[in-house]
């Protein structure tokens, strides 16, 4: 007959099998977590530069456009 001490144990040790488990299952969702948050940023970077590259165009025309002001300015 198996004693109560035994019977302990092996609770014990079921316990402490499904609290490993659990933790695994949460270092799963929070590795799965950091990969979609690593996706987002690279698209978030991605367009970030491409507006920098829009600005940088837009204040380019700008200037050209200043400069046409100016010479059309000139000319009146």
Known sequence: MTS???VLRALKL????HKAL???E????Q????SQMKE??????????ELEEDLDTAR???LKSEDV???LQRDI
């Not at 949460?26 to 969702?29: D, I, P, R, T, Y």
């Open 40 to 49: 987002r940023l690279a698209a978030l970077s991605a367009h970030v530069t």
């Open 4 to 6: 109560k001490v035994e």
């Open 22 to 24: 659990d933790k695994k």
């Open 31 to 34: 590795s799965q977590e950091q």
């Open 69 to 71: 002001n100016v010479k």
């Open 60 to 62: 380019k025309d700008l």
């Open 14 to 17: 079921l316990l402490e099998h």
């Open 26 to 29: 949460v270092l799963e969702k």
